[in-house]
């Protein structure tokens, strides 16, 4: 039993230590990727997006009713698009 549990948990340091994917092969992690079928051999933006390419990034947040607090849940979405931003 102790074998097997050992087992599991080698399994799972492996499997955290691989790295994210790069599907389209642009040098830019699928993770971190917002233009992810960019073509073959082409000069890509740290975001993974030819030059010039316009990029449309939609960001859900509902709020509740009669409130201009952003709940925490949303938090990633708006980070993530001002990244972007800047």
């Keep these: 039993m ?3 549990v050992l087992s599991s948990l080698l399994s799972l340091s492996a499997f955290a230590a691989m790295p994210d994917k790069d599907t389209d ?5 699928d993770a971190n990727d917002y233009c992810d079928s960019t073509p073959k051999k082409s000069v890509v933006d740290a975001y993974g997006c030819q030059t010039g390419d316009k990029v449309a990034i939609a960001v859900d947040v509902n ?3 009669e409130s ?3 709940n925490d849940q949303y938090r990633g979405q708006i980070q993530h698009l001002a990244n972007y931003m800047t």
């Design 63 to 65: 709020f509740a009713k």
């Design 68 to 70: 201009v607090v952003v």
């Design 25 to 29: 092969r642009d040098g830019i992690k």
């Design 2 to 4: 102790k074998y097997i």
